[in-house]
């Protein structure tokens, strides 16, 4: 579904990607893991045309994206949930959602606001209140519905689960996990090893902008000096 090829992102003058490439198959969950700073965010804004690589590929369902506005990128399937939430603080958590519709896309289910509270019980009791009554947790969960308006066949995740209490990384998790069940592609980057465990099929670890470890999380477990070399504090 994804294929990234060779690519080289900066900010400026200054490289954040090293001629890094991966690809993610349809219905994948994967965590791209690193320390901060490590070029995970830029990875996944470079997918979304948010960052645009100077040289390499970014491949979506086979279709060419670099040189995309990120709004057509968005129109192709690909949801982007950034690290910063954005919601509209003065619109309802129902306003919030109708801002992201879209129309419904073929192989993947369309979703309503019905069957997003649902996978999101804290929005649906709180529907009218507004974006700046929320808590970090449910700001979060209310971005994520968001990008799920659009129906996306493959959902970017910047941090999810970043500055929010236990209790809410832990409906976070079973979260991805019902999204999963209906065959949508997840990418996810982390610093939460825990978090990407509960979640993720593969793990993708970059550091300094290059790859340094692609595999499942058995291989990983495999391969203790790799976590101690780029994960650990």
Known sequence: ???????????????????????????????????????????????????RPRTGSVKFNGTEVVGSPP??????????????RRIFTDLTILENMEVGRQPAREGVPE???DLLFELFPNLSERRNNRGKALSGG??????????MMGNPTCL????PSEGIA???????????????????????????LHF??????????????????????AELDAQPEIQEKYLSV
């Open 1 to 51: 579904m994804i294929e990234v090829d060779s690519i080289n992102s900066f900010y400026g003058k200054a490289q954040i990607l090293n001629d890094l490439s991966f690809s993610i198959a349809a219905g994948e969950v994967v965590s791209i893991l690193g320390r901060n700073g490590a070029g995970k965010t830029t990875t996944l804004k470079s997918i979304m045309q948010l960052v």
């Open 71 to 84: 709004y057509k990128v968005a129109k192709m399937g690909l949801g982007y949930v950034p690290e910063e």
């Open 111 to 113: 979703w309503s606001v």
């Open 138 to 147: 449910e700001q979060q969960m209310l971005t994520i519905a968001r990008t």
């Open 156 to 159: 970017l995740l910047d941090e």
């Open 166 to 192: 236990p209790v809410i990384v832990e409906q976070m998790a079973e979260t991805i996990m019902q999204i999963k069940k209906q065959r949508l592609t997840v990418v996810l980057s982390e610093q939460n």
């Open 196 to 217: 990407a465990r509960l979640v993720a099929d593969r793990a993708i670890i970059i550091e300094g902008g290059q790859k340094r470890f692609d595999g499942t999380f």
